[in-house]
C-alpha cells in the first residue's frame, strides 16, 4: 500500500552497486547538460539565471521519491518557462521581487493542483487535450519562444505579449544592433544547430564509439558556454556592449514562501492549472514514450503526485514550475540510468554547481543562453503535422490551426482554452451526428457491411441499419430523424432491424428514442428488432419496460435477424450495383 504513494520502495529493495554505477553515469552526463539549460530557461522566464537551477535540486529530489518513471528527468522545460513568464508578467515587471514571487507561488499552486488531482486519481483530464490541440499548442510556443530570444542574439531592446508585437518590435530595435553581440550570437547557434545533427557523425568519423559519440555530442552546449566565456575574457567584450550574465548567487537554494495574497492568487490560479495540465501532459507522454522501451509501466496518477510534490519543492527553494522534459530524459535513458535515483545524484551535481561554479558563468553571455534556447525549442516546431491532418481529418485540422493561430496572436493562455474549447465543440457536434449506415449481407458469408461500399444481399421489405456510437442525448434525436426518413423513403419496408454491435450505451434518452422509433414503427404496421446487443446495454433495458413493449425481437446475430425478417415476404434478391467500392470501413 505505501509502496503505491511512494514508489521508491519499490525499485529501492533491489537497489545494488549496478544499479548505481549506472544512475550515477546518467547523473554526471544530465548535470553537465542541465546547468547551461536551466539557466537558459530561467532567462525565458523572465528571472535570474539561478532560480533555473535552484528549480534543479529539491524538485528531482522528490520526483525521485513520488515518481514512477525510472528515466525521467524532471526541471525547468522551454513552454512551462515560456507559460510562467506570460503569467507573472500579467501581475508584476520582470525583475522584481513581486515577479519572482509570482514565479514561486505558481509553482505552489501548480504542485498543489497536480497533487489533489492524483490523490482524487483524476488523470484522465488530460485527455481533455488532445493531440492536435497540443501539437498546435507547442509548435506556436515554439516560435513565440524563438522570437522572444532574438533581441539578444542582436543585442537590442525588444518586447511583445506576441507574435506580432515581438515583429515589430524586433523590426523598429534592428538598427541598433550590437555587432559583438551578434558574433557572439550567430556563431554558438550554429554550433548548437551542427552539435544537434553533425557532431555525432564526425566524432565517430574520428574512430570514437557510436554511445560515447552521442554522449560527448549531447555537451555540446557546454562546450559553447565554456568557448563564449573565453571569447568575452579575450576580446573584453563586456566593455563593448556583451551584454553577460553577471555575478550568480553562490550557495544552495533559499528557502522561499508562495504569497498568500488572495487577489494574486485569484489572478494566477487559471495559468497554474494550464501550466499543470500542459506539463503533465508533456511530462506523462515522455515518461510514456521511454518506459514502453523497457517494458516498464508507467502510473498517471502518481505522476500527477510526484509531479506535484516536484513543484512544492520547487516552490519552497525559490525555483519556478517543473515538469519532465525530453531533452534531457532521452540523454538520461540513453546513458543508462536505471532508477529515479539518478535524478537525486542530479540534484547534488546542481547543488554543488551553485555552490562552487557559478562565479565561472559570470562572464557567459546571453546570447549564448538564448542561442541555447532557440535551438531547443525550434525541435519543437512541427510543420508536417498540418498536413497530415488536412488529409486525415478536417475536424482535427481545424483545431490544430485554431490553437497556433490563437496562440501567436493571443498568447499562451488563450491559445490553449481556445484549442481545447474548439476541440469540446467539434466532438460534440460529431458526437452529435454518429455514423449510422444501411447494411445488406456480403454473399456466402454472415458478414455485414455498408450498402453503399460493397456488392451485398438485401431485401426490399427489411431495412437493417447499423449504428456506430453510443445513444445518448446528443444524438438520440438525430437517430430518431434518420430511421424514420430512411422508413419514408421505402415504402415496402415491413422490418427494420438495429444492428447494435457498436453501441457501448443507452442513456435515458436514447432509451426514450428507442421507444419513440418502436411506437412510430408499430403505428405504421412496422416490426423493430435489435441484434448484436451488447450485455451491460441489454442488462439495463432488461430494467425497464422496453423489451415488453418492443413488438418485434432481439437478436443474438444481425444474420439471424436478418434470415428471420426475410422469410416473411420471400427469399433475398440478387446483389446489385451500387458506388463503386471505397474501401473498408
Given at each position: ?6 514508489p521508491?520502495l ?18 554526471v552526463?544530465?548535470?553537465?547538460m ?8 530561467a ?13 534543479s535540486i ?6 525521485a ?5 525510472r ?10 518557462s515560456l ?5 507573472a508578467?500579467?501581475v508584476?515587471?520582470?525583475g522584481t ?20 488531482l ?23 510556443s515554439?516560435?513565440?519562444i524563438a522570437t ?30 550590437n ?12 554550433f ?5 545533427k ?12 557510436a554511445r560515447a559519440?552521442e554522449m560527448v ?18 576580446f ?5 556592449g556583451?551584454?553577460l550574465?553577471?555575478?550568480i548567487?553562490q550557495?544552495?537554494p533559499?528557502?522561499?514562501?508562495p ?8 489572478k ?24 514502453a ?9 502518481q ?10 519543492a520547487?516552490a519552497f ?11 534531457r ?15 537525486a ?7 554543488f ?25 525550434l525541435?519543437?516546431?512541427d ?6 491532418l488536412?488529409?486525415?481529418s ?12 490563437c496562440?501567436l ?8 482554452i ?6 469540446l ?28 461500399r ?27 430523424e ?9 415504402p ?16 435515458a434518452?436514447?432509451l ?12 405504421g404496421?412496422i ?17 425497464t ?16 435477424a ?7 415476404t ?16
Open positions: 500500500m505505501l509502496s503505491r504513494y511512494f521508491i519499490e525499485w529501492g529493495r533491489t537497489y545494488n552497486r549496478s544499479v548505481l554505477s549506472h544512475d550515477l553515469l546518467a547523473a552526463i544530465v548535470t553537465i542541465l546547468i547551461p539549460q536551466s539557466l537558459a530557461y532567462l525565458l522566464a523572465g528571472l535570474p539565471p539561478v532560480v533555473g537551477l535552484y528549480a529539491l524538485p528531482l529530489v522528490l520526483y521519491i513520488f515518481g514512477t518513471s528515466t525521467l528527468a524532471v526541471g525547468p522545460v522551454a513552454v512551462v507559460m510562467t513568464a506570460s503569467a508578467g500579467a508584476a515587471d520582470q521581487a513581486a515577479y519572482l514571487e509570482a514565479a514561486i507561488t505558481l509553482a505552489f499552486l501548480s504542485g498543489i493542483m497536480l497533487a489533489v492524483g490523490l482524487l486519481r483524476a488523470g484522465f483530464l488530460a485527455n481533455l487535450l488532445s493531440h492536435p490541440v497540443i501539437s498546435g499548442f507547442i509548435t506556436a515554439g516560435i513565440l522572444s530570444q532574438l533581441k539578444h542574439i542582436f543585442g537590442i531592446s525588444a518586447g511583445g505579449d506576441n507574435w506580432p508585437e515581438m515583429l515589430g518590435s524586433l523590426a523598429r530595435s534592428f538598427g541598433d544592433t555587432s559583438w553581440t551578434l558574433a557572439i550570437g550567430i556563431p554558438a547557434t550554429l548548437l544547430f551542427w552539435v544537434r553533425g557532431a555525432k557523425p564526425a566524432l565517430q568519423g574520428m574512430g570514437l564509439p559519440a555530442a549531447k555537451a555540446g552546449p557546454v562546450a559553447a558556454v565554456a568557448l563564449t566565456i573565453l571569447a568575452v575574457l579575450a573584453d567584450l563586456d566593455g563593448r556583451v551584454s550574465v553577471g555575478a548567487p550557495g544552495l533559499p528557502f522561499a514562501m504569497s498568500t495574497d488572495i487577489s494574486l492568487i485569484e494566477l490560479w487559471v495559468p497554474a492549472l494550464l501550466i499543470s495540465i500542459i506539463g503533465f501532459v508533456e511530462s506523462v507522454s515522455v515518461a510514456q514514450t521511454l518506459a522501451k523497457r517494458r516498464q509501466r508507467i502510473a498517471p496518477d505522476e500527477l503526485i510526484g509531479l506535484g510534490a516536484a513543484n512544492i520547487s527553494s525559490g525555483g519556478y514550475p517543473v515538469t519532465g522534459g525530453f531533452a530524459s532521452a540523454v538520461n535513458f540513453d546513458a543508462g540510468a536505471q532508477t529515479p535515483a539518478a535524478g545524484y542530479t540534484a547534488i551535481g546542481i547543488a554547481a551553485t555552490l562552487f561554479l557559478t562565479p565561472l558563468l559570470f562572464n557567459l553571455p546571453i546570447a549564448t543562453l538564448a542561442a541555447t534556447i532557440i535551438v531547443a525549442v525541435s519543437l516546431v510543420l508536417k503535422t498540418p498536413g497530415q488536412w488529409r486525415y478536417k475536424a482535427d485540422f481545424a483545431a490544430h490551426v485554431v490553437t497556433i493561430v496562440t496572436l493571443a498568447g499562451v493562455e488563450l491559445g490553449v481556445a484549442g481545447v474549447a474548439l476541440g465543440l467539434l466532438y460534440l457536434w460529431r458526437a452529435s451526428r454518429p455514423h449510422a449506415a444501411i447494411v445488406g449481407r456480403v454473399p456466402e458469408t454472415e458478414h455485414f457491411r455498408n450498402v453503399e460493397h456488392k451485398v444481399f438485401t431485401v426490399p421489405h427489411v431495412l437493417s441499419i447499423r449504428i456506430d456510437e453510443a445513444l445518448t442525448y446528443l444524438n438520440a434525436r438525430w437517430l430518431e434518420y430511421v424514420l426518413e430512411q422508413v419514408a423513403d421505402r415496402a419496408v415491413r422490418h427494420v432491424i438495429l444492428m447494435c454491435s457498436a453501441v457501448n450505451e443507452v442513456d434518452s436514447g426514450e428514442s428507442l421507444e419513440a422509433i418502436s411506437h412510430r414503427l408499430a403505428d404496421g416490426c423493430l428488432h435489435l441484434s448484436e446487443v451488447k450485455g451491460p446495454v441489454m442488462d439495463r433495458l432488461k430494467r419496460d422496453f423489451l415488453d413493449e418492443l413488438n418485434g425481437k432481439v437478436f443474438l446475430s444481425q444474420d439471424q436478418f434470415a428471420q425478417a426475410s422469410k416473411d420471400g427469399e433475398p434478391r440478387a446483389p446489385t450495383d451500387h458506388d463503386a467500392a471505397r474501401g473498408l470501413i
